[in-house]
């Protein structure tokens, strides 16, 4: 039978790797996890998915394929209640994807199959719709209902992935965010700090100069980055990058080994997790 996602358990099958702390690997992330071509968006807004869509399929598409970072943007919505009313957004309020409710059960599902595989949930904005302020609480209650026991005490953030599956057979998840009087958890990790272009608008070629000069000197070794390696023109939307990705952070560049969290659209189109796994790998084996 033919094995459609050969990196689902890259973490695992790489034993090497249990030498290295979270910090020090490149993680293959998925920007804006939450908004991909199988949700069933609103039929007025199908025809704009181009510029709003970031990857392909939905949170356990992308696990499988090997992304171990999530780029997550959560919109609340009052007219709900409990878990139900937090949705991922990308940009404008109206545009609302996966939910949160669904992220929950993925990453469950996921690391019942595959339970030394390790992920981060980057929680990167957390918005109130109609101006009203975003449910901190109700996020909060929900976060630890649903996913408590498996998520990594910040104080062991420097235990190697081996010291902590020792710690803990369950506790595999980063949960990184900003923080608020609601949001105050041992459990909780500081925001990770995205480097971006800090334009809506980059092209390929400007994406390029950007990660060039960003990684003439990277962020603090000791901290969770994002590299903001995506593309987005007023034309076409989203770009795909696929070659171009594969060529700047490909075995012959030296860029990938200066990232912490590589941050693309569309990665599973690209060899982002080959990559990623290969660099951590052989860093793994170096400190035997």
Avoid at 20 to 32: D, I
Avoid at 104 to 119: A, G, I, Q
């Amino acid at each position: 039978m033919t094995n459609n996602h050969p990196h689902k358990n890259w973490m695992a099958a790489s034993p090497a790797i249990d030498n290295l702390t979270l910090m020090e690997l490149v993680w293959p992330g998925a920007h804006n996890a939450g908004m991909d071509y199988d949700f069933p968006y609103l039929p007025h807004l199908q025809p704009f998915q181009g510029w709003f869509v970031c990857q392909e399929g939905p949170f356990i598409q992308q696990l499988n394929e090997g992304v171990r970072a999530l780029d997550l943007r959560f919109l609340s919505d009052e007219h709900w209640l409990g878990i139900r009313k937090f949705h991922t957004f990308h940009g404008y309020e109206m545009l609302t994807g996966r939910s949160l409710a669904e992220l929950f059960k993925s990453l469950n599902f996921f690391l019942n199959e595959n339970p030394d595989e390790f992920v981060i949930l980057d929680i990167h904005k957390l918005q109130g719709r109609d101006e009203r302020q975003f449910d901190y609480q109700g996020f909060h209650d929900a976060v630890i209902s649903e996913l408590g026991t498996r998520l990594i005490p910040k104080k062991n953030r420097y235990l190697t992935l081996g010291e902590l599956k020792k710690t803990s057979s369950l506790q595999r998840v980063v949960f990184s965010c900003d923080w608020h009087p609601d949001l105050d958890s041992p459990l909780y990790w500081p925001k990770i700090n995205h480097r971006w272009s800090g334009s809506d608008v980059t092209s390929p070629e400007a994406l390029r100069h950007f990660i060039q000069h960003t990684l003439i000197s990277p962020p603090d070794e000791d901290l969770l980055w994002s590299l903001s390696a995506t593309s987005y023109t007023k034309s076409i939307g989203v770009m795909r990058l696929t070659q171009e990705l594969n060529d700047w952070f490909g075995p012959n560049s030296g860029w990938a080994p200066k990232c912490s969290i590589i941050n693309a659209d569309y990665i599973g189109d690209t060899q982002l997790v080959a990559y990623c796994r290969e660099i951590n790998f052989s860093r793994g084996l170096q400190k035997t």
